[in-house]
């Protein structure tokens, strides 16, 4: 499977973006998908992630309530909406794949996407 991001940019404090991660090679059922962020000078951290099924969701305390998850296995996709956007939200983004288990711990995760940049100006 192979994983590619896309929607980041440029924005405004206080703007939306949306970024989406689609799948090729192999179909995203039954697998937990996760978004990572890594700033300059700083560790990835978890963002969100959302079970194979779309039944549950996790958010990092930081981005609760401005961001949302989404997948949708049909169309081997998997989306994070972010609201109200902050300049501590500047990093790259990277989506991810993963088991499941351990959902918030980015050793869980197996497959990685190159990543894309969202700054976010005061």
């Known amino acids: 499977m192979q994983l590619a991001e896309s929607g980041g940019g440029l924005v405004q404090a206080g703007s939306s973006l949306r970024l989406s991660c689609a799948a090729s090679r192999r179909n995203i059922r039954g697998w937990a998908m996760g978004w990572f962020r890594q700033a300059p000078g700083n560790e990835r951290e978890f963002v969100a992630a959302?079970?194979?099924?779309?039944?549950?969701?996790y958010y990092a305390d930081s981005v609760q309530g401005r961001f949302t998850i989404a997948r949708d296995n049909d169309k081997n996709t998997a989306t994070l909406q972010m609201n109200s956007l902050k300049p501590e939200d500047t990093a790259v983004y990277y989506c991810a794949k993963g088991s499941g288990v351990q959902i918030r711990n980015a050793a869980s995760y197996s497959t990685w996407g190159q990543g894309t940049q969202v700054t976010v100006s005061s």
């Open positions: 959302i079970t194979w099924s779309g039944g549950t969701t």
